[in-house]
C-alpha cells in the first residue's frame, strides 16, 4: 500500500516482547492483549525453523490473522491454535517489535516487523583453553623450528 524506494530510510522504534515492556509505540499496544498477541507471533516464527516449508504459508497467514482478522486466511486453524497453547512455553525476551516512526501514510502505517535478537554467544571456557592450548602449542612448534633453523644455518 505505501511505496518504499530503494535506499530509503526510516526512523524505527524498537520494543521488547517482554511482560512489563510498553507496548505504546506498537500498532497494537492499544489493544488489551498486545502483549500475548505478540508472545503469540513470536511463537510463530519460531516455527519456522522446525516446520517444512509447506507449512510457512499457513503459518505467516495466521501471524497475520492475530492482528489483522480481515487478512488473508490459513488453511486451518491449526496454528491458531498451537500459537494459542504453546506460546507461555516459549522466551520472547530475544523478539523485538520493529515500528516505524514516520507519519502515517495514505493506507495506515508502514508495516510492522517482528525480529529475534539474539546475543552473541561468549565462548564457553573450555573453548578457551582449548584456544589458549592451540596457541601455546603453535608457539613451541615456531621456536623449536627456529632453533633447528639457526642450528643448522
Same mark, same amino acid.
Given at each position: 500500500?505505501?511505496?518504499?524506494?530503494?535506499?530509503?530510510?526510516?526512523?524505527?522504534?524498537?520494543?521488547p516482547?517482554?511482560?512489563?515492556?510498553?507496548?505504546?509505540?506498537?500498532?497494537?499496544?492499544?489493544?488489551?492483549?498486545?502483549?500475548?498477541l505478540?508472545?503469540?507471533?513470536?511463537?510463530?516464527?519460531?516455527?519456522?525453523?522446525?516446520? $517444512?516449508?509447506? *507449512?510457512? =504459508?499457513?503459518? %505467516?497467514a495466521?501471524?497475520?490473522?492475530?492482528?489483522?482478522?480481515? &487478512? #488473508?486466511? !490459513?488453511?486451518?486453524?491449526?496454528?491458531?491454535?498451537?500459537?494459542a497453547?504453546?506460546?507461555?512455553?516459549?522466551d520472547?525476551?530475544?523478539?523485538?517489535?520493529?515500528?516505524?516512526?514516520? $507519519?502515517?501514510? *495514505?493506507? =495506515?502505517?508502514? %508495516?510492522?516487523?517482528?525480529?529475534?535478537?539474539v546475543p552473541?554467544? &561468549? #565462548?564457553? !571456557?573450555?573453548?578457551?583453553?582449548?584456544?589458549?592450548?592451540?596457541?601455546?602449542?603453535?608457539?613451541?612448534?615456531?621456536?623449536?623450528?627456529?632453533?633447528?633453523?639457526?642450528?643448522?644455518?
Amino acid at each position: 500500500s505505501n511505496e518504499v524506494q530503494l535506499g530509503q530510510q526510516w526512523d524505527a522504534n524498537l520494543t521488547p516482547i517482554t511482560p512489563g515492556a510498553d507496548l505504546g509505540d506498537t500498532r497494537f499496544g492499544a489493544e488489551p492483549d498486545a502483549l500475548e498477541l505478540y508472545e503469540q507471533a513470536a511463537w510463530l516464527a519460531l516455527q519456522f525453523a522446525s516446520q $517444512p516449508s509447506s *507449512q510457512y =504459508g499457513d503459518i %505467516q497467514a495466521t501471524m497475520w490473522q492475530l492482528f489483522e482478522p480481515d &487478512a #488473508p486466511a !490459513p488453511s486451518t486453524p491449526y496454528w491458531l491454535q498451537q500459537a494459542a497453547s504453546n506460546y507461555a512455553s516459549t522466551d520472547s525476551g530475544d523478539f523485538y517489535v520493529i515500528t516505524n516512526t514516520g $507519519p502515517v501514510q *495514505q493506507f =495506515g502505517q508502514v %508495516q510492522e516487523f517482528l525480529t529475534e535478537i539474539v546475543p552473541a554467544a &561468549a #565462548p564457553e !571456557p573450555n573453548a578457551q583453553v582449548l584456544i589458549g592450548l592451540v596457541l601455546i602449542a603453535a608457539s613451541c612448534v615456531l621456536r623449536r623450528r627456529r632453533r633447528t633453523l639457526l642450528k643448522n644455518g
